[in-house]
């Protein structure tokens, strides 16, 4: 649909932020193994400051494609190096230029075997990372969202601990084997959708909905594997809790919102039938996910693992948001994602800085670091309150839309889910307690030293986002506004068509005006 | 009876192999050992030739010797392939032969003329031609896989990859034979016609056709034919083994398919079944057996069976009935492309091998590899490359390959195939990786830091820069030979 398509022109940002990353790469090999770390920086800086201007040049108004790029690559079938950004993926895709040279910062210390390697892993896994968000052509979307396996394998196997090579192999098979059917379901939908891989022309071709059955399924082991939903979350604990900190960062903020970012760009769009259909299924997956991931993270007594089901915990709240098909839903959920990237983002680094002291991540091994590293324990409580949602913070913004998109869904569904809230806050403050006001164990007192000044500087741009957009997320909501009301545009039709009277239905009748004011009440509700 | 010039001009490149073959060996005799490399060059020199004359040929398709030899775009593609295939081996082989103390002459001699005969099966248009071809190749290859003269292993996989093979040319030679009896000819063209009209339910035509797959499967090494596979590839010296794994399955492939399409395209009904039924158990068992390998020749031979499974998708494609014809070429095409590519990724993993040396000898155990990655960064990168490209993962050409095939299988509605394939693509993974995990994340022994370690040519480097670079770029801009796969595919009849 070539109305959808806002171009451009001059610059191509988007190639430019694919491949400074792999400049950086070159950079890295040429140079001496102990300036690996300065280059890759300094590489992802320049990323960082290079992907800017989407957000600056970014046109709230529409709901196409922006920054758009399109070239022939492949004949025959056709397929095209198409690349661009709408509201849904250019936040993510800052989310991840944001946080690719925090993630080296992280690693400055604590990596100090083959760190060459590790710099080069982390700038792979950067390009293939944006790759999935800004690409427009299916198979070039296949081709970064497998890519991105390689790169992490290794950052998991080659500097994760003890168990590193179990966890490293089973992340990689499970998210292998969740792709099969996506790949097979790219395939069938060229043929069925007029022979095109063309993200957007698929996505306005429609389909019988036995095959959107079909199709609906294959994405699900996908992206259902990758956000990853219950009951396909198992690989996740492992990897986390194996992965170095760095790893674990970009694992939790970035690789889990590319299996919600599926959910968003292609099974809601693409398959409306289906999706209305199968909903109470996902809003069940969903809920089961919050539940079980809050009252997992309860039990367990490795801080990594316990942030690792709070993950599994708060991406059941984005599912459930994608799935209640309504603006407010789908909005929360969009930030809920962004959100959960800065706060566990924060969290994971706080988890990599006391592991790097204490070389230990017990919960009962680590305690008092309230009086020991008051500096520290600052950040950490703010992390932790963000993640249980308190109002003036960015995550209580994205769960209440979420919350109030599920109410006009199911009241069930949405009191179940609130559930998770209280139970996050149980866990989180729980792990507070213990850790920052407990007392400090003699033998780990003398290694407890507070931050350093790169530390501080890491985690102070994450603080800063969690109170910019806790106080004022106008900007971001605005951004994403367009772009969210054309994937539910593209769902009311089907809903009407399929589901007349039903609740769902007025739901889309109050859309408009609901969610406009709603972003906004959420903005005063909160300063 | 005399032959005319222009059937001599379609078959210059054989002649001059066949010629250089002679002169090696004449000239072997009066080459001190130590000063043999120049017969390899001269070897390349001459592969460089035929390229170039082989080149003219695509797009045209020229009979010869009445019926006897065809050359058409489709055989020019394997030539081509399988030129590169040999000047790699070639390549591969002059350090390798010295460290493994067979520098022998006559090897040189050997390849060149293993070459012929797969040239012979490549534009076979007449069964015996394509016997005769195979049999070239095969009696070759069965010297050369027992050139270690001292090693038990390498004797043992020679004789029994002679026996079995001699076994198999027999099975093909007697459904030949059948056929014969049934059709009054053994051109592809002619046997056609025949099977098409009177003799498309003649149960004895069928034997033939059955004998004929089950000889081809021995060829290719599919499932339930493969049993010689491992030994061999096993005891045979390494490049021998990836001269064999790539370029005699390509050949084996090209002919097989030849004579599917050619005699038999229009019972398609009576074979594509079967063909089936191979593809999915060699397709399972290749990979699920490859996983408990713990020698690395052993465990590609697995996996070059489990190739020769996807390979086998393209066929039963190409053989599908009630679809259309450009779906059928597809199969066809989709498995040229993916022989290709599998002949860049087979020769780099084999050719890792050929240089990793613990002590005086060859390290294929995948113990071997361990901690690779410190000591030799470049090779490990490499390795990685190979394995994931076999693996099947982009950004490697290896995924190019799997996608095309499965593309292909899905646009003849046989997307549960293409399924299944990637389910055993998926489970590959695991025993690909895990030589990157060795070389990657487990600590080598003191004696392994102090042993083992790539031992690199100038001759290797080549090889392997043009491996990787086949694999990755292949991966990266696929079009060009994807438009020359589409070009050069057999008329689907």
């Known amino acids: 649909m070539t109305e959808m398509v806002v171009a451009t022109g001059g610059m191509p940002w988007l190639t430019l932020i694919l491949i400074l990353p792999l400049l950086g790469v070159v950079a890295t090999l040429l140079a001496q193994e102990s300036l690996s770390r300065q280059i890759a920086l300094a590489t992802s800086l320049i990323t960082f400051v290079a992907s800017l201007p989407l957000w600056f040049a970014f046109d709230n108004v529409t709901a196409g494609m922006q920054f758009v790029e399109k070239h022939q690559w492949i004949d025959s079938p056709s397929i095209h190096y198409a690349l661009g950004v709408d509201g849904i993926s250019m936040p993510l895709v800052l989310l991840t230029t944001f946080l690719a040279p925090l993630c080296i910062l992280v690693s400055w210390t604590a990596i100090d075997m083959r760190r060459k390697e590790f710099m080069i892993s982390l700038l792979v896994l950067e390009t293939a990372t944006i790759g999935v968000f800004v690409a427009l052509d299916f198979v070039l979307f296949y081709i970064f969202w497998e890519t991105m396996l390689i790169p992490m394998y290794l950052l998991i196997g080659v500097w994760g601990g003890p168990n590193r090579v179990y966890a490293a192999i089973k992340f990689f098979l499970y998210t292998l084997a969740g792709s099969i059917l996506l790949l097979v379901a790219i395939m069938v939908l060229y043929f069925e959708g007029g022979r095109t891989f063309d993200i957007l022309a698929l996505t306005h071709a429609s389909y019988s909905p036995s095959l959107q059955a079909l199709l609906f399924w294959a994405f699900f082991a996908a992206f259902a594997v990758k956000v ?13 809790v194996q992965a170095p900190t760095a790893g674990s960062v970009i694992l939790a903020s970035v690789l889990l919102k590319l299996g919600t970012y599926g959910f968003l760009r292609f099974s809601l769009p693409m398959l409306p039938d289906a999706t209305v259909s199968f909903t109470p299924i996902i809003m069940t997956l969903s809920v089961i996910a919050i539940i079980y991931g809050a009252y997992m993270a309860l039990a367990q007594s490795d801080i990594k693992k316990l942030i690792a089901y709070s993950s599994v915990s708060h991406m059941g709240f984005v599912t459930l948001g994608i799935f209640a098909l309504n603006a407010q839903g789908i909005e929360g959920a969009v930030l809920q994602m962004i959100n959960h990237g800065i706060t566990t983002g924060g969290l994971f680094m706080c988890v990599g800085i006391i592991y790097e002291r204490t070389h230990s991540r017990e919960i009962a091994e680590n305690g008092g670091l309230a009086n020991a590293m008051p500096r520290y324990a600052t950040f950490l409580v703010i992390f932790a309150l963000s993640s249980v949602g308190l109002p003036g913070m960015n995550s209580f913004v994205g769960e209440f839309l979420v919350l109030l998109g599920v109410f006009a869904w199911d009241k069930l569904t949405a009191s179940l889910a609130a559930l998770g809230i209280i139970l996050s806050a149980v866990y989180i403050l729980y792990l507070v307690q213990r850790i920052v006001y407990g007392p400090a164990s003699p033998k780990m007192l003398p290694k407890l030293t507070d931050l350093s000044a790169r530390e501080f500087g890491m985690l102070v741009p994450l603080v800063v986002l969690v109170f910019w957009i806790g106080l004022y997320p106008k900007p971001l909501l605005d951004v994403m506004h367009s772009s969210v009301e054309r994937v539910i545009a593209s769902q009311s039709v089907s809903v009407i068509v399929q589901k007349e009277g039903s609740p769902t239905e007025h739901v889309l009748v109050m859309t408009e005006s609901i969610s406009d004011s709603l972003s906004q009440r959420a903005t005063e509700a909160t300063p | 009876m005399s032959i005319p010039f222009a059937d001599l001009a379609i078959i210059l490149p054989e002649l ?3 010629g250089v073959a002679c002169l090696i060996l004449v000239l072997d005799p009066v080459t001190p050992t130590g000063k043999k490399d120049y017969l390899a060059w001269i070897s390349l020199g001459v592969l460089a030739v035929c390229a170039l004359i082989t080149m003219e040929d695509f797009g045209e398709t020229t009979v010869a010797f009445s019926g006897l030899v065809v050359m058409d775009s489709y055989a020019a593609f394997w030539k081509m392939l399988l030129y590169l295939v040999s000047g790699m081996t070639i390549l591969l082989s002059m350090s390798y032969l010295k460290e493994e103390k067979i520098e022998l002459a006559e090897y040189y001699a050997f390849v060149l003329l293993a070459l012929v005969g797969m040239m ?13 071809g195979i049999e070239l190749m095969s009696i070759t290859l069965y010297i050369m896989a027992g050139l270690k003269r001292y090693e038990a292993r390498s004797i043992e996989a020679s004789a029994k990859y002679f026996v079995l093979g001699a076994f198999s040319s027999g099975i093909l030679l007697y459904g030949i034979s059948l056929l014969f009896g049934v059709t009054g000819s053994t051109r592809l063209s002619e046997i056609s016609t025949v099977v098409n009209g009177p003799a498309s339910e003649d149960p004895l035509m069928l034997l033939a056709l059955m004998l004929i797959i089950v000889g081809f499967g021995f060829k290719v090494a599919a499932v339930p034919f493969h049993m010689w596979t491992p030994d061999v590839y096993e005891g045979a010296p390494t490049s021998v083994t990836a001269f064999m794994a790539v370029a005699s399955k390509a050949a084996s492939f090209a002919a097989f398919l030849r004579v599917l399409l050619e005699a038999f ?34 465990m590609l031979a697995y996996s070059s069976i489990a190739h020769a499974g996807y390979a086998l998708v393209g066929v039963v494609v190409a053989g599908w009935v009630g679809v259309e014809a450009d779906v059928s070429s597809r199969g066809v095409s989709s498995l040229m492309l993916y022989l290709a590519i599998y002949s860049f990724m087979t020769i780099g993993a084999f050719a890792m091998i050929a240089i990793l040396r613990k002590g005086g000898l060859e390290g294929e155990e995948i113990e071997d590899f361990t901690g690779l990655a410190k000591r030799h960064k470049g090779g490990a990168f490499l390795m990685l490359v190979f394995m994931i490209s076999l ?7 290896g995924f190019i390959g799997k996608f095309y095939l499965f593309m292909a299988a899905v646009n003849a509605d046989l997307a549960w195939l293409a399924i299944f394939g990637l389910v055993f693509a998926a489970i590959s993974a695991f025993y690909y990786l895990r030589i990157v995990m060795v070389m990657y994340m487990r600590e080598p022994s003191a004696e392994q830091e102090k042993n083992t370690r790539l031992v690199l040519s100038p001759q290797v480097s080549v090889v392997l820069a043009c491996a990787v670079a086949g694999v990755v770029l292949l991966g990266i801009f696929p079009g060009p030979l994807v438009s020359i796969a589409d070009l050069s595919v057999l008329p689907i009849k």
């Open chain 2, 391 to 397: 693996a099947g993962i982009p950004p490697t050409a």
């Open chain 2, 16 to 18: 001059l192999i066949v």
């Open chain 2, 265 to 298: 395209g229009g019972v398609k009904p009576n074979w594509n079944l079967i063909i089936l039924a191979i593809c999915l158990i060699t397709v399972a068992l290749g990979n699920l057996v490859a996983i408990v390998q713990t020698n690395v020749k052993r």
């Open chain 2, 120 to 132: 012979v099966m490549v534009s076979g248009a007449d069964l015996l031609t394509i016997y005769l």
């Open chain 1, 228 to 240: 990853p939903m219950f009951p396909f979350h198992t690989w996740l604990p492992d990897a986390h």
